[in-house]
């Protein structure tokens, strides 16, 4: 890292960004795309256009294993509940996904921030933290601090339309807490939770 440089850091509740992280790959998975040209994906018409260009032209959308996987658990609350499953098999599943190196549920805030060191050494050059739940309000304050004007006009341009479950279970909770302690609640400084 260089000492003159400033960071803008974005956080996301780690049971949140699960959830959506678990969703996005489910979608991108079981997006139709039957009505798609290949050549002509965009942002509008598709939820990422090279990920589908990919799985258009290929057996998987991102790995036979990975898609296998979430097509298995289907929810993002089956899977952190089966993160203490009786069954060894369901158990071991569950846990070679949430270790799993593609996408997003085993990169979260921890992975991004060394689980914690990247703040701890460079906390001095962290010049603003914003929160995903509060992206517009705080967009506002960091266009301030970096004296740009802000932009508004535009709306959100990527969603997902699918109706996709986002509920988590008490178990699904406790299970999650434990499995991103040391990770991506010790990169917030927070013990279990905040």
Avoid at 31 to 48: C, G, R
Avoid at 59 to 79: G, K, M, Q, V
């Amino acid at each position: 890292m260089h000492p003159d440089h400033r960071y803008i850091i974005w956080l996301r509740n780690p049971l949140s960004r699960f959830v959506s992280a678990f969703n996005f790959s489910y979608a991108l998975i079981n997006w139709d795309t039957s009505k798609l040209n290949v050549d002509e994906l965009t942002i509008e018409n598709s939820l990422a256009p090279a990920r589908m260009r990919y799985r258009m032209e290929h057996d998987h959308t991102f790995s036979a294993e990975y898609d296998e996987l979430i097509t298995y658990f289907e929810t993002p609350n089956r899977l952190a509940e089966s993160l203490s499953h009786d069954d060894p098999v369901i158990l071991e599943r569950a846990w070679r996904l949430m270790k799993h190196p593609l996408e997003h549920i085993s990169r979260g805030i921890g992975w991004y921030l060394d689980d914690g060191e990247f703040v701890s050494k460079h906390s001095d050059q962290i010049l603003f933290v914003g929160r995903v739940e509060t992206m517009k309000s705080d967009m506002a304050t960091l266009a301030r601090v970096v004296g740009i004007p802000l932009d508004v006009r535009g709306g959100q341009i990527r969603k997902n339309r699918m109706s996709l479950d986002t509920v988590l279970s008490h178990l699904a909770v406790g299970n999650l807490h434990r499995f991103y302690r040391a990770t991506d609640y010790r990169a917030w400084g927070c013990p279990v939770r905040c």
